[in-house]
């Protein structure tokens, strides 16, 4: 069993930054694919960022590519999300998740153990 927890959300203007932090309790952190997901009310859990054991090859939705990068430090049994040039839309709750290699990166049903989540709140 994979714990999560999400810490690094808040209150934000309209183009300014956050940085969402995950860490893991499973000492195999570098084992699992890392994705970030997030959901506003009223709509369905969509992707958000994903990024490979191993290689670190990382994945975007479009709708994030070249504002968010994904990272991950295996010693710290941490995944991190940087969120650049915020947009009202992007107001959600995030949730870090983890899954077993081999998955489709992009669907949430695909990985197995999920963070409480945090929220982002981007102000116009």
């Known amino acids: 069993q994979v714990q999560l927890v999400e810490s690094g959300g808040g209150l934000v203007q309209a183009g300014g930054s956050l940085r969402l932090s995950c860490e893991a309790s499973?000492?195999?952190?570098?084992?699992?694919?890392m994705g970030w997901f997030r959901q506003a009310p009223g709509k369905e859990r969509e992707f958000v960022a994903a990024?490979?054991?191993?290689?670190?090859?990382?994945y975007y939705a479009d709708s994030v590519k070249g504002r968010f990068t994904i990272s991950r430090d295996n010693t710290k049994k941490t995944v991190v999300l940087q969120m650049n040039s915020l947009k009202p839309e992007d107001t959600a709750s995030y949730y870090c998740?983890?899954?077993?290699?081999?998955?489709?990166?992009?669907?949430?049903?695909?990985?197995?153990?999920w963070g409480q989540g945090t929220q982002v709140t981007v102000s116009s």
């Open positions: 499973e000492r195999t952190f570098n084992f699992y694919r």
């Open positions: 998740a983890a899954g077993r290699p081999g998955g489709p990166w992009y669907s949430d049903t695909t990985y197995d153990f």
């Open positions: 990024i490979r054991p191993g290689d670190d090859t990382t």
